[in-house]
């Protein structure tokens, strides 16, 4: 039995806890650190566990419509029993954002990161690139719409690894007294060059890949003031290469938030 189908058949719960604060600084500049960490723990198999450490610290310029943030990004990931290290992320992410009406925002971000991978032996793996050309969020009473694009790009000398993705995003929060609920759509589009055993002709594999998810909540339910939601979340992509198969799947959870700060 290889890895993957091990892990299937393994129980595991996700763990994401995060925090962030600006700090200000000398007039209309501040630092911005946050800590990320996520990934799954397996209660009936550690030794599949795999967590992730992000790190960012940066600074940040604000005028009365516009916010600009340069930031360093690092990830740190260990997995196992015992979690030992196997790999390190760095990068720099630029992020800009202005308020073009009294509700309404356009947002843009763009990150470049390198991964170093010293599971086997230590190398470096290929340089990647995200961005986020368009991202416009209005607010209307008690609901916020939100809808942007994504582009992301994977070099490297080998096929196997390159990658260039493009997708659509878009979204509802809407609140009614204590009730609530938020609502995410996501389609994107994958071009991946590979080389299939046997065969020295190069296939472009392209897929398309949908995520949706729902959370939903009611005030009036709550524990130390602070209300859990119920999501549900579900992932499916779709082959439009006839050699390769798709897959879906769907997990329902529940989300605990809290701003300390």
Not at 201 to 213: A, F, H, L, P, T
Not at 226 to 250: D, E, M, N
Request: one cysteine or more; hydrophobic letters at 35%.
């Amino acid at each position: 039995m290889d890895a993957a189908r091990a892990r299937a058949r393994c129980g595991a719960f996700p763990i994401r806890p995060a925090s962030s604060r600006d700090w200000n600084l000398k007039g209309r500049y501040s630092l911005r650190t946050a800590v990320d960490v996520y990934g799954k723990s397996y209660w009936d198999n550690h030794k599949y566990d795999d967590l992730n450490l992000r790190a960012t610290v940066g600074g940040v310029y604000r005028t009365a419509r516009t916010e600009t943030a340069i930031l360093l990004p690092c990830r740190e990931g260990a997995a196992g029993t015992a979690p030992k290290p196997y790999g390190r992320e760095t990068g720099l992410r630029l992020e800009w954002s202005r308020w073009l009406t009294p509700r309404t925002q356009f947002q843009t971000a763009a990150e470049c990161k390198e991964r170093y991978d010293r599971r086997k032996y230590p190398r470096r793996l290929p340089c990647q690139c995200l961005g986020h050309p368009a991202l416009l969020a209005a607010e209307r009473k008690r609901q916020h719409w939100m809808a942007g694009t994504d582009v992301s790009r994977k070099t490297a000398a080998s096929d196997s690894d390159l990658y260039f993705r493009r997708g659509l995003r878009v979204g509802l929060r809407r609140a009614n007294g204590a009730k609530g609920f938020s609502a995410f759509a996501y389609r994107q589009r994958r071009r991946a060059p590979l080389r299939r055993r046997g065969h020295h002709q190069r296939v472009i594999r392209k897929d398309m890949e949908y995520s949706g998810s729902l959370a939903l909540w009611n005030r009036r339910i709550h524990l130390w003031g602070i209300t859990p939601k119920l999501v549900w979340r579900c992932v499916k992509t779709r082959s439009l290469t006839i050699a390769f198969y798709g897959h879906q799947k769907a997990n329902a959870y529940l989300s605990v938030q809290q701003n300390l700060l």
